[in-house]
Every structure is written in structure tokens, then in C-alpha cells.
């Protein structure tokens, strides 16, 4: 039904989140493949209108499905998180993905750098602000001049 009703959207959002949370937890496979492609669709929907609270409620329930294997699950949650991505913020998600990129297992380091070459593929002109300032360390020079000029 997102899909097609676009902006009206928002008037909907907080009276299917409860639904759309109840799906997102439940242990069918089916059910969070679903509504994960819902919130995808509600997210684009309702992105600059002012119902970040709601996505970043709904972004947290889709978080914990990036570990699964189903392949329309993995699809969903990645189109999910595309969409939660455009409706918050790039650097949002990269406040979520930092966690895992560098996590002692290879299995969440895959997951995690998955989702991180989605974002950077989306949005790689708004992460240079994002990603953390380094010191420089003798030769090695890190310092992002031009973006200090308009910080």
C-alpha cells in the first residue's frame, strides 16, 4: 500500500508502526520480510516531512535482521535500510554500521561492510563529513583542508 500512496504516508505512520513493530519481532521469516519491504516503502514515502522519530524507531527493528541468510529477507532489510537511509541521513547509518566494521567476527564484518558499500554507493559525498577526524602522524598527512573551511 506504501508503495503506491507515497507522501500520504505520513498520515499513517505512528498508526502502523505497532503492526509494522509486531511484524518486524515476530520468529516467521515471512512476516519481517514484509514488513521490512513496508517500511522501505513508508520511509521513501514519508522522507523530509518530518517523521524521523517513527523511521529510526522502525530502523531499529530492522537492524537486528542484517545477520540473516533467507535471500528476499537480505534483500528487504537492504532495500529497508536504503530507504531509512534517504529518509534520516547517511550519516545516521554510519553511526550504526561504525560498530561492526572492524568486529573481531568475519561473519558481522561482512554484513556490516555490506551495508557500508550500499551507504558509501548512496551517499558518498555526504559520509566525508561524517567519518572521524584523524591526527596526523609524520608523513602522513589526513587533514581534509577544504572541509574545515566550511566546518
Not at 502502523?16 to 515471512?30: F, G, I, Q
Not at 513508508?42 to 531499529?60: K, R, S
Not at 561524517?130 to 574545515?148: K, M, Q, S, T, W
Request: hydrophobic share 45%; charged share 20%; glycine share 8%.
Amino acid at each position: 500500500m506504501f508503495e503506491y500512496i507515497g507522501e500520504v504516508g505520513k498520515d499513517y505512520i505512528y498508526a502502523v508502526t505497532p503492526l509494522l513493530e509486531d511484524a518486524l519481532t515476530d520468529r516467521d521469516l515471512v512476516h519481517r520480510q514484509t514488513a521490512a519491504s513496508a517500511v522501505q516503502h513508508l520511509a521513501l514515502g514519508v522522507a523530509g516531512l518530518g517523521c524521523e522519530d517513527a523511521v529510526t524507531h522502525l530502523l531499529n527493528l530492522i537492524w537486528p535482521n542484517v545477520f540473516e541468510t533467507g535471500p528476499h529477507l537480505v534483500a528487504a532489510v537492504a532495500g529497508a535500510i536504503d530507504a531509512c537511509r534517504v529518509a534520516l541521513g547517511p550519516a545516521m547509518i554510519l553511526s550504526y554500521i561504525m560498530q561492526g566494521l572492524f568486529h573481531p567476527s568475519r561473519k558481522v564484518r561482512e554484513a556490516f561492510w555490506r551495508i557500508y558499500n550500499s551507504t558509501y554507493i548512496g551517499a558518498q559525498e555526504a559520509l566525508v563529513a561524517c567519518l572521524p577526524a584523524l591526527e596526523d602522524e609524520g608523513d602522513n598527512v589526513y587533514r581534509r583542508h577544504e572541509l574545515d573551511l566550511i566546518v
